[in-house]
């Protein structure tokens, strides 16, 4: 089991790097191949839709630091996408790498029923912190972006999501939340229940 996680918070001790932690751990402890990237600590660009992967290539055509991480998303099992609420949205170094997952996309994607160019059954796990203690403020943020890797073929995602932890290292008054990503990834790495 080959488990990628990104982490798209700036904060290298905040509290989604945290429990993107706890999961990971958990999950080496299991047996998986664990692979971890700092989007923050990449030099890289957002799409520039230039359509070169659906005109001439099979790839995205920018040769910077995320093609790596880019290739790494095409071989792994699991998928673990680690970001803060930033004004509501997952935070840019996330959201840039987001949109350059278009060149995971076939030229003919819209007609296409099998429109990913990835191998189906992939597992996304979202892990979502947010200083907002009301749940209801931005819960749209996961069914959104889970609904576009569905396209890509992975399966319906995990989602370990905490409110009302503002400063690094607050989630760890949150027990429930860590346990949350300790159970999350025993259930990813038994291959159970979908
Ligand atoms: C630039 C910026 C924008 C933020 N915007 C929001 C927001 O819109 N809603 C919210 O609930 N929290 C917001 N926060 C708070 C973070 O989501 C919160 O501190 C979170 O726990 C940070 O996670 P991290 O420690 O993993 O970086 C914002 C923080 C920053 C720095």
Same mark, same amino acid.
């Given at each position: 089991m080959k488990i990628l996680c990104l982490l798209g918070s700036p904060r290298p001790k905040g509290n989604s790097s945290i429990l993107a932690h706890r999961f990971c751990e958990t999950a080496k402890g299991l047996g998986a191949k664990v692979r971890i990237f700092s989007l923050n600590k990449l030099e890289y660009r957002g799409c520039q839709a230039c359509l070169a992967c659906k005109k001439k290539l099979e790839s995205c055509a920018l040769n910077d630091d995320l093609a790596r991480v880019l290739e790494e998303v095409r071989t792994c099992d699991v998928l673990v996408l680690a970001t803060p609420i930033y004004y509501g949205e997952v935070s840019s170094q996330m959201k840039a790498f987001i949109d350059r997952t278009f060149s995971f996309l076939k030229p003919d994607y819209v007609s296409n029923p099998r429109p990913s160019r990835l191998d189906p059954g992939k597992r996304l796990v979202f892990i979502i912190t947010q200083g907002q203690p009301d749940e209801l403020q931005f819960d749209d943020v996961f069914p959104r972006y889970d609904a576009f890797f569905r396209w890509y073929g992975f399966e319906a995602g995990e989602l370990i999501r905490v409110c $009302? =932890?503002? &400063?690094? $290292? &607050? =989630?760890?008054?949150?027990r429930e939340a860590l346990e949350l990503a300790e159970a999350t990834a025993r259930k990813v790495c038994s291959g159970g229940e979908r």
């Amino acid at each position: 089991m080959k488990i990628l996680c990104l982490l798209g918070s700036p904060r290298p001790k905040g509290n989604s790097s945290i429990l993107a932690h706890r999961f990971c751990e958990t999950a080496k402890g299991l047996g998986a191949k664990v692979r971890i990237f700092s989007l923050n600590k990449l030099e890289y660009r957002g799409c520039q839709a230039c359509l070169a992967c659906k005109k001439k290539l099979e790839s995205c055509a920018l040769n910077d630091d995320l093609a790596r991480v880019l290739e790494e998303v095409r071989t792994c099992d699991v998928l673990v996408l680690a970001t803060p609420i930033y004004y509501g949205e997952v935070s840019s170094q996330m959201k840039a790498f987001i949109d350059r997952t278009f060149s995971f996309l076939k030229p003919d994607y819209v007609s296409n029923p099998r429109p990913s160019r990835l191998d189906p059954g992939k597992r996304l796990v979202f892990i979502i912190t947010q200083g907002q203690p009301d749940e209801l403020q931005f819960d749209d943020v996961f069914p959104r972006y889970d609904a576009f890797f569905r396209w890509y073929g992975f399966e319906a995602g995990e989602l370990i999501r905490v409110c $009302g =932890v503002m &400063d690094p $290292g &607050d =989630v760890e008054a949150h027990r429930e939340a860590l346990e949350l990503a300790e159970a999350t990834a025993r259930k990813v790495c038994s291959g159970g229940e979908r």
